[in-house]
């Protein structure tokens, strides 16, 4: 059974920072790339940082740039994502998700969200 569980949102300060987790179970996680999204109440889902499967490369949106940092630990099968500097805009439901491509299937997996709230 395949899970992805994220942890470490919350209620942060503007200026402050926060470490999300996302421990991954049920597949095989050095093989998928990972990413984060995040969704705020009345906007779509926005992809935040991805990260290859062996970690050699990432890439962030431009909103976070700068300010937030993604990494994998494949012994532990968890993702994280840094978040600093935060910002009352960077309020949203945070998501993992892990995707791999092996022709001609692909494998897509979400976890269920962790609330990050940022506000004084």
């Known amino acids: 059974q395949v899970q992805l569980v994220e942890s470490g949102g919350g209620l942060v300060q503007p200026g402050g920072s926060l470490r999300l987790s996302c421990a991954a179970s049920?597949?095989?996680?050095?093989?998928?790339?990972m990413s984060w999204h995040r969704q705020a109440p009345g906007k779509e889902r926005e992809l935040l940082a991805r990260?290859?499967?062996?970690?050699?490369?990432?890439i962030y949106a431009d909103s976070v740039k700068g300010r937030f940092t993604i990494s994998r630990d494949n012994a532990k099968n968890t993702v994280y994502l840094q978040m600093n500097s935060l910002k009352p805009e960077d309020t949203a439901v945070y998501y993992c998700?892990?995707?791999?491509?092996?022709?001609?299937?692909?494998?897509?997996?979400w976890g269920q969200g962790t609330q990050v709230t940022v506000s004084s």
């Open positions: 049920g597949f095989t996680f050095s093989t998928y790339a």
């Open positions: 998700n892990a995707w791999m491509s092996r022709w001609p299937s692909e494998y897509d997996y």
């Open positions: 990260i290859t499967s062996a970690g050699g490369t990432t």
